[in-house]
């Protein structure tokens, strides 16, 4: 059974840091693109960062030099690195799983088949 969960969320103040994490279970998530999503309260899920299986990455130009995706393909582990924090970065955070999602691709919704419930990541002024 494929599962995804996330977990690291919090509180902290503008310009702390936080850091994500996504354990995936069920397959081999360093096989597959995987991807964070944030979304805002009554918008449409976004894409934050995402990584291919080869390495690539890609960023949102709203996290680019602050947030940093990376994996630990022995702990079936994504992570989120996230600095320099601000309020407006506030959101529920999301992990998803998407195979053989293109780097230009990796902050599109449509092409991840798996998600994870979500962690709240709140920052404030």
């Known amino acids: 059974q494929v599962q995804l969960v996330e977990s690291g969320g919090g509180s902290v103040q503008a310009g702390g840091s936080l850091r994500l994490s996504c354990a995936a279970s069920?397959?081999?998530?360093?096989?597959?693109?995987m991807g964070w999503f944030r979304q805002p309260p009554g918008k449409e899920r976004e894409g934050v960062a995402g990584i291919t299986r080869y390495g690539s990455i890609s960023y949102a130009d709203s996290v680019k030099g602050r947030f940093t995706v990376s994996r630990d393909s022995a702990k079936n582990t994504v992570y989120l690195q996230m600095s320099s924090l601000k309020p407006e970065d506030t959101d529920m955070y999301y992990c998803a799983a998407g195979f053989g999602v293109v780097e230009w691709l990796l902050l599109q919704r449509d092409g991840y088949k798996y998600w994870g419930q979500g962690t709240q990541v709140t920052v404030s002024s």
């Open positions: 069920g397959f081999a998530s360093s096989t597959w693109s």
